[in-house]
């Protein structure tokens, strides 16, 4: 009971200093107080990237993605570098695909390349020093799976030869 009390007090001296303007300049601020600072911005790291694409691919209805790095060569380059790829569905590939992408571009990614080559779409996105290269696959030789893959690669990213053709604009 006394501490309900004790809150309800502070409210109303609250309510009398605000009414009364104590402490209020004549531009109808408050003398000496700190000014309320801008927004703080989570960085935006290779972890967040991540999260992002995969939580928008999930959503999309796409399978569970694999974001390893096995298999690829080692170094530094694999701080600024988070793979996603799943084999989906055939007769689900191409929609969760485009709906992937269409949920990135909601979370503030920006198409920034958009091609079709024979059984292949590439798009490229982009947002705050990050490029995300999403492919779908729809050749023949996989079965009733398609392969697709969101790979984010940091802007200025030291990439090794072996790898460079698979994150680039360049369909080719």
């Known amino acids: 009971m006394g501490t309900r009390r004790a809150a309800a007090a502070a409210v109303a001296v609250t309510g009398i200093l605000t009414v009364a303007g104590c402490g209020l300049g004549d531009d109808g601020t408050t003398d000496g107080a700190a000014k309320e600072s801008p927004t703080a911005v989570a960085p935006f ?3 967040t990237v991540a999260n992002e694409v995969g939580a928008a ?4 209805g796409l399978p569970a993605g694999d974001d390893s790095m096995a298999g690829m060569p080692e170094g530094e380059w694999r ?3 988070a793979p996603w790829l799943a084999d989906a569905p055939e007769a689900d590939a191409a929609d969760g695909f485009a709906a992937t992408v269409e949920r990135l571009r909601k ?3 920006k198409i920034t390349t958009s091609s079709e080559e024979q059984d292949v779409t590439f798009r490229t996105l982009t947002k705050q020093g ?3 290269y999403a492919r779908h696959f729809a050749m023949e030789g996989f079965g ?3 392969p697709v893959s969101l790979t984010a690669v940091k802007e200025g990213c030291a990439l090794p030869e072996e790898v460079q053709g698979d994150f680039s604009d360049d369909p080719a």
């Not at 691919?57 to 999309?60: K, L």
């Open 45 to 47: 790291t290779k972890e």
């Open 79 to 81: 701080n600024c570098v």
């Open 57 to 60: 691919a999930d959503a999309s």
């Open 107 to 109: 979370l503030g990614w």
């Open 144 to 146: 009733d799976r398609q």
């Open 130 to 132: 990050w490029k995300v």
